[in-house]
């Protein structure tokens, strides 16, 4: 198998993650799903149960809310199937970790341009909307910017996903 490198981009309930899914197992090989979100109250306990319902026996879940590019680098083999869900909830974890922004961004598009086997990246597009009012929320826009337009880049394919319908940008 060749490597091939897929974004997909998309607002909130836009049909992403399904895409991705679907991709991912329209791929086959080893089927692993890297989960960036953390349950920090019930409503996101039930979230992440039905997406681990919904993806079944098939697949092998990783956690990886902060070393997104170690466990990316880790999976690296031809045989793979990679579904990093989400980028966005990612940076989230890293801003409130206070880690170095640059670091990270520069270790992920490592990562994403090594991968040897099919990787598929989920990202919410968040700078279509409002100027945020508040200092850290205009940061957290533009690094979800810079890790779009990076790993964008490094992919083989981007794909953006509205009202559940992909439009091809790359």
Same mark, same amino acid.
């Given at each position: ?12 309930? %836009?049909?992403? %993650?399904?895409? &991705? @899914?679907?991709?991912?197992? #329209? ?7 890297v ?7 019930? #409503?996101? %306990? ?11 026996? +098939?697949?092998? *879940?990783?956690? &990886? ?10 999976r690296?083999?031809?045989? #793979?199937? /990679?579904?990093?869900?989400?980028? *966005?909830?990612?940076? *989230?974890?890293?801003? $409130?970790?206070?880690? #170095? /922004? ?13 991968? @040897?086997? *099919?990787?598929? $990246? ?5 700078? $279509?909307?409002?100027?945020?009012? +508040? ?13 779009? @337009?990076?790993v ?12 559940? $319908? ?5």
């Amino acid at each position: 198998m060749t490597a091939h490198r897929l974004l997909v981009l998309g607002g909130a309930r %836009s049909g992403k %993650s399904r895409l &991705a @899914q679907s991709r991912a197992e #329209e791929h086959g090989g080893r089927l692993t799903y890297v989960a960036t979100a953390e349950a920090w109250d019930e #409503e996101m %306990s039930e979230r992440i149960a039905l997406h681990r319902a919904d993806r079944g026996p +098939n697949w092998a *879940t990783l956690e &990886a809310p902060l070393d997104l590019a170690a466990a990316i680098a880790a999976r690296s083999a031809s045989d #793979e199937t /990679l579904l990093v869900d989400c980028l *966005t909830l990612w940076a *989230t974890n890293v801003m $409130l970790a206070e880690r #170095e /922004l640059d670091a990270e961004l520069a270790a992920l598009t490592e990562a994403v341009s090594g991968f @040897q086997g *099919t990787l598929i $990246l989920v990202a919410n597009e968040v700078g $279509l909307g409002i100027v945020p009012d +508040n200092a850290l929320a205009r940061r957290f826009r533009d690094f979800a910017g810079r890790i779009n @337009q990076a790993v964008a880049a490094a992919a083989d394919e981007v794909v953006f996903v509205a009202a559940g $319908l992909p439009l091809r940008l790359k």
